[in-house]
């Protein structure tokens, strides 16, 4: 059909916009200089305000009309029903933009851009006061932008839907707490094992260059093209998509934490893969996008642990890793090295977190959230309540705002709602892991192998390849049978732990 065409081909054209300011968020991250901030943020804007003219325009308008009731967007009924969704993931996309005047655009561009690098340099100088005013414009640019779409259930609930489209706050805190009932007593349980894991093995002097070495063999090994790929170094771990020809890493590297820079490493390398393997010819559609943030981040995260803390992954990479540091490693067993990696202690910072501790900073910023977009929690207030609940949840008090509330990034670019999908990112990867399992003849063996293409490609069939198509409760239900829950989850935790710490 013509119109679908149409669609695509305008839909291509925001698509490389949206790819060049992306491009100039790379640089901004990694290699522009420090002076270049107020100049990038005027270039992002443009182009930014740029795709969202397109996107409103007739350009889009007028072929959709076409083949949807413009109003609500219900497709016509003489379409595929491959067709109908995907004209309504196009509506959708429309009537959220069409809701947002292009002048608030540029300005929530030009506003985050530099807030960014405001924030790197407050978090950097210890300097909250040097933030909150920023952050403060932020808010007021997110109620405002709350107030353009049209408030669906709360406040906070409209920006979740941006992330994780169909889920709810209700939803999530119900979630949520079926964790929290299980993931507590267990914390405190391995809080009073007397096993010692012996994490101080971590943290000799790993050189840099030999860890990068390393992060770089096991992400080729997981199927990250580097003909269409790259890994650099920034203060915030990330993945950047231009195209799925085009996906780029970053990483950071600690001499005297090996597993920071190895976590990242892998982290990062498992949303690459998902946007390596999204379909090229859907490129700039819904089809060609993924699904949700959270299942962006259970794709990331079932690389990172379930895979790269597994023993099964390092009965193939340990002797590798002995090799490259036998000055640390030569004496140590892979069972005792198995223990390190896998040591639970609170820390302050959250993407050094380990994977049980983690979801308790999730939920602490999940709570802070609703409280400032629901009830105007207000900023000066933010670093110490979030000491308290980090004291309430961790059992910990940061010593530093830049250890607390000024760790993360995403409040910088208006990230509210993101946050949740990190924890919904951990209930997504178990049940999809638990079903590779049941799919993939002898996969603990081809990770003990060190064969990793044979998980790569069923996740790139069964969950990469889907784009838009599902909602993210459909591709859990549709893949195992089952609707999302906590259960899996936690019961893989309960397992593993127990049997490190002797439970």
Do not use: C
């Amino acid at each position: 059909m013509q119109a679908l065409e149409q669609l695509k081909k305008e839909l291509r054209v925001i698509a490389n916009l949206h790819g060049a300011a992306s491009l100039l968020h790379w640089d901004q991250e990694t290699y522009m200089p420090a002076g270049g901030g107020d100049a990038r943020a005027e270039q992002i804007a443009l182009l930014e305000s740029l795709a969202h003219e397109r996107l409103v325009g007739d350009g889009i308008k007028a072929p959709l009309r076409d083949v949807v009731n413009i109003g609500n967007g219900e497709p016509n009924k003489d379409l595929s029903d491959e067709s109908q969704r995907f004209v309504r993931e196009i509506w959708k996309d429309y009537h959220r933009a069409a809701a947002l005047p292009g002048e608030f655009v540029e300005e929530l561009s030009k506003t985050t851009s530099r807030a960014q690098q405001v924030w790197a340099e407050s978090r950097k100088e210890n300097d909250y006061i040097k933030f909150s005013p920023w952050l403060e414009k932020i808010i007021q640019l997110k109620n405002k932008e709350i107030e353009y779409l049209g408030q669906k259930g709360s406040p906070y609930d409209t920006l979740l839907d941006f992330y994780e489209p169909g889920m709810t706050s209700v939803e999530i805190t119900r979630l949520f707490g079926e964790v929290r009932d299980r993931l507590v007593p267990l914390v405190q349980k391995i809080k009073n094992s007397k096993v010692n894991t012996g994490q101080e093995i971590l943290k000799q002097k790993y050189d840099a260059d030999r860890q990068w070495e390393f992060g770089l063999s096991v992400l080729k090994d997981m199927g990250y093209d580097m003909n269409y790929g790259r890994q650099d170094r920034s203060a915030h771990p990330f993945t950047i998509n231009f195209h799925p020809t085009d996906v780029r890493i970053t990483t950071r590297i600690d001499e005297n934490e090996f597993l920071s820079g190895f976590s990242s490493t892998v982290h990062e390398g498992g949303h690459a893969l998902y946007e390596q393997g999204l379909g090229a010819d859907w490129f700039g559609t819904p089809f060609g996008e993924a699904i949700s943030f959270g299942i962006h981040e259970s794709q990331s995260r079932l690389w990172e642990n379930l895979v790269g803390l597994s023993k099964p992954f390092w009965k193939h990479y340990y002797p590798k890793l002995q090799s490259l540091f036998p000055e640390n490693l030569k004496d140590v067993p892979l069972d005792q090295f198995y223990k390190a990696i896998n040591t639970i202690k609170p820390t302050f910072i959250r993407v050094d977190a380990d994977e049980a501790t983690y979801n308790l900073h999730i939920m602490l910023r999940f709570e802070m959230e609703k409280l400032i977009i629901n009830e105007g929690l207000p900023v000066s207030e933010l670093p110490r309540m979030w000491d308290d609940k980090m004291e309430e949840y961790l059992g910990i008090r940061p010593d530093t705002n830049a250890n607390g509330v000024l760790q993360d990034v995403h409040w910088s670019f208006g990230g509210f709602g993101y946050f949740p999908t990190y924890a919904l990112g951990n209930l997504y990867n178990v049940p999809i892991m638990n079903q590779a399992r049941k799919e993939i003849s002898g996969l603990e063996d081809q990770l003990a192998h060190g064969k990793l293409l044979g998980l790569q490609g069923w996740l790139k069939t069964k969950v990469h390849e889907v784009g838009r198509r599902k909602t993210a409760s459909e591709l859990i239900l549709d893949l195992t049978g089952s609707p999302l829950s906590a259960s899996p989850f936690m019961d893989y935790l309960e397992n593993k732990f127990s049997e490190i710490y002797n439970l």
